[in-house]
């Protein structure tokens, strides 16, 4: 797995494999779902990340494991 943040994008990119994209899906406004040809979700992509809340630090991310 893989987290990508992008402060120039404002986007923040969720890889759960390395399978290869076949086709994207936008599932809500900006959000992209990315499915590789099995039809599994490989991808989450959230646009905008700044404009979702006021409190958005994306240049500041942790990982919380449960």
Request: charged content about 30%.
């Amino acid at each position: 797995m893989r987290l990508q943040v992008d402060e120039q994008s404002d986007a923040l990119y969720f890889r759960l494999d390395d399978s290869e994209v076949v086709h994207s899906v936008e599932a809500a406004p900006d959000v992209v779902l990315d499915f590789n040809q099995e039809d599994e979700v490989v991808g989450i992509e959230m646009l905008r990340l700044s404009a979702r809340s006021c409190c958005v630090d994306i240049s500041a991310v942790s990982f919380e494991k449960k």
